[in-house]
């Protein structure tokens, strides 16, 4: 599975996503409601609940941003439960606190988590594989911070194959996305990168398949709204 091209260095690209994300933190929850025409809460929706998580279980949201998937995960494990948020922008976390103070949050890198071995039920990681400099590697540390028989599952955004609509879904994502950014957030360059690091991300065959190279087992899919999403699973060894 190839980086993501268009900079000098995965170095590079890690320190842009940082400072992409830094920027956008206030209008970040907005934009996706309106970029998605409201149907990302039932897409982290099914994220969660393929984690398979109970009450009283740990899970661990991985890029967890705002919270949006953070409140999802902590209302299927309940007050008894636990769920930890990690995320490398400061600017995220913050707005994540304010929208689900019920987590637990932690500024870090997810290629290299400050947690122990089986420390979680299950990991997951919402739109971000796009912005990881190294997938394997981050998919490794979700496996081995889980423990052996949980679920480590991937949301993000792919390329829908089906006719026309891959054609309108281009258009949609290189030209309308953009033009909503600029006038909603005043910014344009982060929603061009939206654009750029799908059309970049390898096919969901070949992340499968970088998820069995890091050891997971009995990996999976599923494509959501014609393929624009794609929900990927596997289960820890």
Avoid at 101 to 118: I, Q, R, S, T
Avoid at 155 to 161: F, G, H, K, M, N
Avoid at 165 to 188: C, D, E, M, W
Wanted: charged fraction near 20%.
């Amino acid at each position: 599975m190839t980086a993501i091209s268009g900079f000098s260095s995965p170095e590079e690209k890690e320190q842009y996503v940082h400072s992409l994300f830094s920027r956008i933190a206030g209008c970040y929850d907005t934009m996706n409601k309106i970029m998605s025409f409201n149907l990302d809460t039932a897409w982290r929706k099914a994220a969660a609940v393929k984690t398979g998580v109970l009450p009283g279980d740990a899970v661990l949201d991985c890029c967890c941003g705002t919270g949006a998937l953070t409140s999802q995960l902590l209302s299927l494990v309940g007050e008894k439960g636990r769920v930890v948020g990690i995320d490398f922008c400061k600017e995220m976390l913050s707005r994540a606190r304010e929208n689900c103070p019920g987590a637990h949050y932690v500024e870090g890198n997810v290629l290299d988590m400050p947690f122990p071995d089986n420390s979680f039920d299950a990991s997951v990681m919402g739109f971000a594989l796009r912005n990881v400099r190294d997938p394997i590697k981050a998919f490794k540390e979700m496996a081995r911070v889980v423990k052996p028989g949980g679920k480590v599952v991937i949301l993000d955004l792919s390329r829908p194959s089906l006719p026309v609509f891959k054609q309108l879904f281009r258009l949609y994502v290189n030209h309308i996305i953009p033009f909503l950014g600029a006038r909603k957030s005043g910014f344009t360059d982060p929603y061009k990168y939206l654009a750029h690091s799908i059309f970049l991300l390898p096919p969901p065959g070949e992340i499968l398949d970088s998820m069995a190279q890091a050891s997971l087992k009995d990996t999976n899919m599923q494509e959501m709204t014609g393929g624009a999403v794609v929900l990927f699973w596997g289960t820890a060894t």
